[in-house]
């Protein structure tokens, strides 16, 4: 009877064991994934409110226009737009 109580429990903390090492294995995979994914959304494409070209939003010029925030491909369109709004 103790040697089955004994072998009962070495299981238990076997299973444990292994379930916890699967999911520290299974987490950093899911943790590399989440990284790669978030560099992927860095090449997010914009389109200029002003001269209509798509461009990276990583290289854009931000501007908050009455609380808007627009983001630009270059200083050149931020400022002809800026100078479109004074005419």
Excluded: Q, W
């Amino acid at each position: 009877m103790l040697a089955k109580i004994i072998l009962i429990i070495l299981i238990y903390i076997c299973y444990k064991t292994i379930k916890s090492l699967l999911s520290s294995y299974t987490a950093g995979s899911k943790t590399k994934v989440y990284y790669d994914e978030k560099e992927k959304i860095d090449d997010v494409m914009l389109k200029d409110p002003y001269c209509e070209v798509y461009f990276p939003e990583r290289d854009g010029i931000h501007l908050n226009h009455e609380g808007e925030n627009l983001v630009f491909c270059s200083t050149e369109c931020r400022d002809n737009f800026l100078e479109s709004l004074n005419k």
